[in-house]
């Protein structure tokens, strides 16, 4: 049984920063595509990041280029998310997804995925 389960989110003044975790467990999804996506109060979930394939390829939603950063530690089993400049419209709750599959895409949509995390919540405050 696969298992995502993430932490690290919180409340944080605008500008601050938050490392989000995933921890995969029953599969191992190294170099598999895993993401973050997230979802606000009364809207649909949107994409976020994405990471797949054995040289660690990324994507980035345009809102958080250059502030986020997806990472992966496959002897752990892991996905982060480090979230800098922080902005009250990421206020969100966060979720980490990974997806069973070789071939080759940026996982942008939600559908995408096979296996979610039950979420955390980030907060950020103005």
């Known amino acids: 049984q696969v298992q995502l389960v993430e932490s690290g989110g919180g409340l944080v003044q605008a500008g601050g920063s938050l490392r989000l975790s995933c921890a995969a467990s029953?599969?191992?999804?190294?170099?598999?595509?895993m993401g973050w996506l997230r979802q606000a109060p009364e809207e649909e979930r949107e994409f976020v990041a994405s990471i797949w394939g054995t040289g660690g390829s990324t994507y980035y939603a345009d809102s958080v280029k250059g502030r986020f950063t997806i990472s992966r530690d496959n002897a752990k089993n892991t996905v982060y998310l480090q979230m800098n400049s922080l902005k009250p419209e990421d206020t969100a709750v966060y979720y980490c997804a990974a997806l069973w599959t070789r071939s080759l895409g940026l996982w942008t949509k939600a559908g995408d995925y096979d296996y979610w995390g039950q979420g955390t919540q980030v907060t950020v405050s103005s």
């Open positions: 029953g599969r191992t999804f190294t170099n598999y595509p």
